[in-house]
């Protein structure tokens, strides 16, 4: 066994973190940068750093996840989930369900919450905003961004939903109160159901095929029938038929209405 493979095993078996289902060059890769970067001798010396200090390993893992995220990121595409998606399902519900899974800083599930803010307003929508990385979702909770982050949202919409103190943006307590968060891993932990939407993006890129395509199908299981995937704009899933998916457009995969096989088999 290699120093690396021992190091993915003992991360596993510490921390319940499958390294194996990520792509192994990219991880390999960013590892051996990570290591010259803090001058550790190899993977053990590095493991034992990150067993004995736990701000070590939110560190690692915010490296390993690359928790880079920001309001409306991909513009065309959430201006598509503004004006047919979410539509589309609001006609055949009065309230939503929504999963943002693998969320980061919280971009994600408040700039759908404002967009269902304006859509669909004075109705009870659940998002639920997910994230491997317990600290990450301290800060999302809090919900204070740079400029970077919010480069994407309208004046209007800054105006509105963000107070600007001392350089940061706080997102509004009415958009915040809308969203939960909750630590999930999408590679060990059981998926909850029930959802009309749910967005993971440029998350799975990282990830290899094999676990690219269990995480996509369990995604698959937690939509209603009618519901929606939506990924990030370098992602595709080529297999999406097999899952139960018709592709509608760019990003946006829809569950059909049928059940898949291991549905109606419990």
């Known amino acids: 066994m290699t120093d690396f ?13 499958d390294l194996n289902s990520y792509k192994e060059n990219q991880l390999k890769r960013r590892l051996d940068n990570l290591l010259t970067r803090k001058q550790y001798a190899d993977c053990q010396v590095f ?26 990121r991909d513009v065309k595409m959430f201006q598509t989930l503004e004006s047919k998606i979410l539509p589309e399902l609001l006609q055949k519900r009065g309230s939503l369900k929504v999963w943002s899974a693998a969320c980061s800083n919280g971009c994600e599930p408040y700039t759908i919450s404002i967009i269902l803010e304006e859509i669909a307003p004075g109705k009870r929508h659940q ?50 109160s809308k969203v939960t968060f909750k630590q999930h891993n999408l590679l060990a932990d059981n998926y909850p159901k029930g959802y009309d939407l749910i967005a993971c993006r440029n998350v799975t890129i990282y990830f290899t095929r094999e676990a690219q395509d269990k995480v996509n199908f369990k995604f698959a299981q937690s939509l209603n029938p009618g519901g929606y995937l939506f990924i990030g704009g370098s992602e595709t899933i080529f297999n999406y038929a097999e899952m139960g998916f018709e592709k509608v457009s760019p990003c946006f995969y829809r569950k059909n209405n049928q059940l898949t096989v291991a549905e109606r088999m419990g």
């Open 47 to 72: 493991f034992n750093y990150l067993n004995s200090n736990r701000n070590a390993w939110h560190e690692f893992l915010d490296y390993l996840t690359i928790n880079v995220s920001e309001f409306f």
């Open 127 to 176: 998002i639920d905003a997910t994230d491997i990385d317990s600290t990450i979702l301290q800060a999302a909770a809090v919900g204070s961004y740079g400029a970077d982050a919010v480069r994407n949202v309208a004046k209007e919409r800054l105006a509105r939903y963000f107070t600007l103190e001392q350089g940061k943006y706080h997102i509004s307590s009415k958009i915040k």
């Open 5 to 17: 493979e021992r190091f993915k095993e003992r991360v596993y078996q510490t921390f319940g973190l």
